[in-house]
């Protein structure tokens, strides 16, 4: 169990970090005000002439995943690669704590920096939203909550395994970045490179449904893909709600809980397997 | 039982070999000095014993344990001054020292270790702030919890002043009275000299000497050189002191008389023998080699060290001393 050692370790020293708090600034504040604005206007930006908590929390998850994503790589780029860096590492590794304890070790204490930044700005947001909207309905926050923390585990997963593959910040920030530009960015374009190809370099008339699971690889799709399957009334309610729009055994929105847990298993994986073979 | 042994230990990064084949015992209890220039190796080994860096060849074994397979084992039974490391900036002193205790999962009492190691004062202000002399000396804290059965100390007296570095010496000497067996290297023969039992020096990753401190005094013959300033000389003076039992060497340039003599060689003797053969001495100087130059001689590159054991002459860069510093 030395990996709590480390955790409660790194979570004393992360949660220390001025981006950190500086990011959930920005959180708290842009959450207040799509609260504020989805509660006061919601026609004009939610689509809905019935404004609700489940509403609120589908308008308000966009915003979410880029803070989680976001802050997952500014709190982890360094976990594991700032550490070889500096030297701490060997702090750290010259007491009785296995590779494997000490990256268990971070991504729980990274976790624990990230989910603590998270639940000041929601709480602060979706709180403020159900005073405005004047309604309290803890099941679908709960279930938000749920599926959000999921969400940033998955993120600090992969963001700390990114970390553990090198003893360079600089290549871990490269990596961390180059991870958020193609999956969260430039997505979009990737299927349908593998559409093209795959279809003698020319555009079918209609896409292929074998799509729409490449396009939930990104982790932020599948968690709204996840958002989709634990809150089924809501999304439907909600603009952008419906999914895949046809009918295939992996057209669901449970799909979402199998691309956050591949990324989970590849980045401990990867992550363990790089830094447990390291010569620090 | 040893507590360290090393069996053709060699580790190569690339083309560099950074450790040739080392072999090396220290003894339970003993305090050993592990010497040798920047680069020679002495961090790469350390690097293995703590299993930071896994050897292309050979094994260690610390305490009984594979140093590799077994490397849990061996850290729950030392203490480690690591070479190039770096605190924790922003937590405070008494959060490292938590950070071992609960990691070696013992109960020690932090604030007297502290004490000991005069940090005291400054356990709750955060280490980033702290000297580079107040690091060394938390981190020599953090190696101490648990009284551990071996110290692993690299470069112990690096920041520290003249005071700081004699009173990491006492702490070193009053663990080893507790029975601690100590392993510390060094790039300066004078810290090693005064306090360890044995002392081993290596060079480009081989070893060149393993011996007690007396040990390599005896083997090295101490010599001394007279210089002397000589009116009247010829070759019968050369021969004359040549001919002295003590004498190794003599050679006459000029005016200037220049004899080695061996470990109990009478320099009076040899002024007299001068004279006596007809010379005047008009000035003479002394000069006595000590383990520095012994180290010296031991480790500068492309020397012959040992006549008839050719020395590998690898003009190449030497690794360096942490390659984990670099990475």
């Known amino acids: ?280 | 039982m040893a507590a360290i042994e090393l069996d053709g230990l060699t580790k190569h990064y690339g083309d560099v070999v950074a450790v040739d084949g080392l072999d090396l015992v220290v003894e339970e209890g003993e305090i050993f000095g592990f010497l040798g220039p920047n680069g020679a190796g002495k961090s790469t080994t350390i690097d293995v014993l703590l299993d930071f860096v896994r050897p292309t060849g050979g094994s260690a074994t610390v305490l009984g344990h594979d140093a590799q397979r077994e490397s849990m084992a061996v850290r729950r039974r030392i203490g480690v001054l690591p070479d190039a490391y770096h605190v924790y900036d922003r937590l405070t002193g008494r959060q490292h020292m938590e950070f071992v205790v609960d990691s070696k999962e013992v109960d020690a009492d932090i604030e007297a270790i502290l004490e000991r190691v005069r940090v005291l004062e400054a356990a709750d202000r955060k280490a980033g702030g702290y000297s580079k002399g107040m690091r060394q000396r938390l981190v020599l804290a953090m190696a101490l919890v648990g009284d551990p059965d071996l110290l692993i100390l690299d470069e112990p007296s690096t920041g520290l002043d003249p005071n700081g570095a004699r009173q990491m010496r006492e702490i070193i000497q009053e663990e080893n009275d507790r029975g601690t067996t100590v392993f510390f290297s060094s790039h300066i023969m004078e810290q090693v000299e005064a306090i360890c039992d044995r002392v081993a020096i290596i060079n480009r990753g081989r070893l060149v000497a393993v011996d007690s401190i007396e040990g390599l005094r005896d083997s090295t013959e101490t010599t001394t050189t007279l210089t002397v300033t000589v009116s009247g000389a010829d070759d019968d003076v050369v021969a004359a002191v040549r001919s002295r039992e003590d004498v190794t060497s003599a050679s006459l340039s000029g005016d200037q008389f220049v004899v080695t003599l061996g470990t109990d060689g009478s320099k009076f003797g040899v002024l007299q023998a001068i004279d006596a053969a007809g010379a005047t001495v008009e000035d003479f100087s002394l000069e006595e080699s000590s383990l520095e130059d012994l180290f010296v001689e031991y480790t500068t590159p492309g020397q012959e060290v040992e006549p008839g054991e050719p020395q590998a002459q690898e003009t190449g860069p030497t690794p360096a001393d942490s390659p984990g510093a670099d990475r």
């Open chain 1, 1 to 280: 169990m030395s990996w709590t050692a480390v955790a409660k370790k790194d979570f004393r020293d992360a949660v220390q970090s001025r981006a950190l708090w500086a990011l959930l600034a920005v959180f708290v504040v842009l959450s207040v005000v799509l609260s504020y604005s989805y509660a006061e206007f919601p026609a004009l930006v939610g689509g809905t002439e019935q404004a609700t908590v489940g509403g609120l929390v589908f308008f308000t998850s966009g915003i979410v995943s880029l803070f989680v994503s976001l802050t997952a790589i500014v709190v982890c780029y360094k976990a594991i690669a700032g550490e070889r860096e500096l030297g701490s590492i060997k702090l750290m590794l010259a007491l009785p704590h296995s590779r494997r304890d000490v990256f268990v070790g971070k991504l729980v204490g990274r976790t624990g920096v990230l989910s603590l930044a998270l639940a000041v700005g929601l709480v602060v947001g979706l709180g403020l939203g159900s005073v405005l909207l004047g309604s309290f309905e803890p099941v679908p926050l709960v279930l938000f909550l749920v599926a959000t923390l999921l969400f940033a585990v998955v993120y600090v997963t992969i963001v700390v395994s990114i970390s553990a593959t090198t003893g360079s910040t600089s290549r871990a920030t490269t990596g961390a970045l180059g991870f958020f530009l193609l999956f969260e960015l430039l997505w979009d374009v990737v299927p349908m490179g593998v559409v093209y190809v795959a279809n003698g370099f020319s555009l079918p008339a209609q896409m292929p449904d074998w799509i729409f699971p490449l396009m939930q690889l990104p982790p932020s799709s599948a968690y709204v893909l996840v958002l989709n399957a634990l809150l089924p009334d809501l999304a439907d309610a909600a603009p952008g709600g419906g999914v895949a729009g046809f009918d295939a055994f992996y057209a669901r929105p449970e799909l979402g809980f199998v691309v956050l847990g591949f990324w989970l298993v590849v980045g401990l994986a990867v992550g363990s397997y790089r830094f447990v073979n390291a010569d620090l």
